[in-house]
Antibody, heavy 121, light 107 residues
């Protein structure tokens, strides 16, 4: 059974970089059916998809328009994990950040436990 | 960007009743790329329906989805106590967006 374990700081200063990591157990990040997403949730913005990476003979990356240019998702096959980096954060980036593994072919999804990130000086 | 509008905002029902939730897209998204998620308080969302009408693994058959184009519906045939939660529709594939959610609360 796939499990995702998130880690990352709870407090980030404005203009700095937010980094959250999601460690995968029970599956291989290089699987050809799953995609690995980052989603955040805040009272003001609701659920917001940030981007995803997936492997289909090579790595692909897709990012939300709202954060494109500030966001990077990196798979790390050696550690079987993937990470989110969001640059130049502002208080509007304060949210709960989730990683998600989803396989729409088989109708399966798994979420990390969520990381509450506050952007404040 | 496709905007998803869910209605109603809140649905007040009793256990055993039928719940009908709506999701309307601002442009045609076909039927393959619409999902429904459930979020209970304090928990992460979980996938209920994908491809507009396919139940995700482990989801009971009281949950059903239908729709195509711009209009989609999630139906819960008989509400169980654990079904009182917030439900989100999501467009996926290419660009991803969530609706604002429908809260199903106990009447």
């Amino acid at each position: 059974q796939v499990q995702l374990q998130q880690s990352g700081p709870g407090l980030v200063r404005p203009s700095q970089t937010l980094s959250v990591t999601c460690v995968i157990s029970g599956d291989n990040i290089s699987t050809n059916v799953a995609s690995w997403n980052w989603i955040r949730q805040s009272p003001s913005r609701g659920l917001e998809w940030l981007g995803r990476t997936y492997y289909r003979s090579k790595w692909y990356y897709e990012y939300a328009e709202a954060v494109r240019g500030r966001v990077t998702i990196n798979p790390d096959t050696s550690k079987n994990q993937f990470s989110l980096q969001l640059n130049s954060v502002t208080p509007e980036d304060t949210a709960v950040y989730y990683c998600e593994a989803v396989d729409y072919y088989n109708g399966m999804d798994v979420w990390g436990q969520g990381t509450t990130v506050t952007v404040s000086s | 960007e496709t905007v998803l509008t869910q209605s109603p905002g809140t649905l007040s029902l009793s256990p055993g009743e039928r719940a009908t939730l709506s999701c309307r897209a601002s442009q045609n998204i076909g039927s393959n790329y619409l999902a429904w998620y459930q979020q209970r308080p304090g928990q992460a969302p979980r996938l209920l329906i994908y491809g507009a009408s396919n139940r995700a693994t482990g989801i009971p058959d009281r949950f059903s989805g239908i729709g195509s184009g711009t209009d989609f519906t999630l139906t819960i045939s008989r509400l169980e106590p654990e079904d009182f939660a917030v439900y989100y529709c999501q467009k996926y594939g290419g660009s991803y967006t969530f609706g604002q959610g429908t809260k199903v609360e106990i009447k």
